[in-house]
Structures are given as C-alpha cells and as structure tokens.
Nanobody, 116 residues
Framework: QVQLVESGGGLVQAGGSLRLSCAASGRIVSPNTMGWYRQAPGKQRELVAH???????NYADSVKGRFTISRDNAKNTVYLQMNSLKSEDTAVYYC??????????WGQGTQVTVSS
C-alpha cells in the first residue's frame, strides 16, 4: 500500500499563488507516475498535471503556463506550483500515485478556493 498526504490548499485571491505538496510513503516503486487531479462541484474529476519518476510532465491545457509540477524523488514528494490563479481553478485537488503493479492510489484531497 501507498499513503499520500497532501498539504498546501487554502483560500487565495484571483491572481495569487499557492503551492501544493503530496508526500508518498509505503510501497514506493520505480518507475512511477504522480500527479494532481481536481474536482469542482458538479463536475467530473479531471487531470491537472502529472510527472513521471523520470521527470516527464503533462499538463491540462487550462493550466499550461500557469501551473508547474515537480517532484523530489529522494523525498517521494510531488509539488504543484499554481500561479495566476483564477476562480475557475476552485476545486478539491487530489494527489494520485500510479505505482504500476503495486496499484493506483489517491490522497484525501485538499481544497483550493480562489476568490474573484
């Protein structure tokens, strides 16, 4: 099993920044992919960004140029730097870890609220 602990959510004004962190522990295997998803009220959960253990990244079009995903493999931690936040970024943000044959794991979610 893999446990994911997210932190860094909160309330911010439009145009502001937040940094989310997700620390993984347990049965960590490599290679793996870690990422961030979000779910706004009444909407489906969607990919925000993900990053492989080799550093390859992928972003949703809606966050390109504003959000940056990174990771520290030594700490088994993935980060999401969110800049130029918009009201439409308001959602619960979930960390996901795909550990191949070990399984797919999700964090408990952290609320991000952007006020306009």
């Amino acid at each position: 099993q893999v446990q994911l602990v997210e932190s860094g959510g909160g309330l911010v004004q439009a145009g502001g920044s937040l940094r989310l962190s997700c620390a993984a522990s347990g049965r960590i295997v490599s290679p793996n992919t870690m990422g961030w998803y979000r779910q706004a009220p009444g909407k489906q959960r969607e990919l925000v960004a993900h990053i492989t253990s080799g550093g390859v990244t992928n972003y949703a079009d809606s966050v390109k140029g504003r959000f940056t995903i990174s990771r520290d493999n030594a700490k088994n931690t993935v980060y999401l730097q969110m800049n130029s936040l918009k009201s439409e970024d308001t959602a619960v943000y979930y960390c996901r870890a795909n550990m191949g044959r070990v399984g797919d794991f999700w964090g408990q979610g952290t609320q991000v609220t952007v006020s306009s």
